[in-house]
């Protein structure tokens, strides 16, 4: 069974406020470490925090959830709505170009998803100009550092408010094409 590393920071907010579900995918454990002058020297635990007390003075909570491991983002992701989510902010790093099967998960789910990077996948090697995974999203945020995961929240935030609710991922983005 795949090892399953999750940092929860769901914190406290009024009944029926929105619950968004924030996955980091593989190596996002190891910022701070990792190839800061790409990344940054914020550490994923840090971002989690910061992204827990915006949502929390906006009224949501989140849950933050990282995986090294294909499988369990795609059952995450697939449980999301029955565990009472609202939607999706999903980075998942290097999956995004490679995964047929994080694209199916998520043009799956009925879940708003929202695709954000930490760097600009567009401005660095060819491989990375090329996301499985954004067409089957809301939209997608990338190159902000850090600020990313703020601005990804504020997004589907904003897309709550103006849609009465999170159903609904296919019918959101009104978009049928393919990888």
Known sequence: ?????????????PAGSPKLLVL???????LGRREP??????????????L???????????????????GTLIDWIGSAEDEGFSAILFNP????????????????????TIELHLSNPDAREPFRRR???APACLGRIAGFGAASYS????????????????ASNRKARGRTTSP
């Open 131 to 133: 996301s499985r995974i």
């Open 24 to 30: 980091s995918g593989p190596n996002l454990d190891r």
């Open 1 to 13: 069974m795949a090892a399953r590393k999750q940092a929860t920071a769901t914190r406290a907010a």
């Open 37 to 50: 002058e790409i990344y940054g020297s914020t550490t994923l635990a840090e971002i989690h925090e910061r």
């Open 93 to 112: 790093g290097a999956f995004t170009h490679t995964s047929y099967a994080l694209y199916d998960a998520v043009k799956g789910c009925r879940l708003p």
């Open 52 to 70: 827990a007390a915006e949502a929390k003075a906006r009224g949501a909570r989140v849950e933050c959830r990282q995986s090294n491991h294909e």
């Open 151 to 166: 601005l990804a929240l504020d997004a589907a935030l904003r897309h709550l408010e103006g849609s009465g609710s999170g």
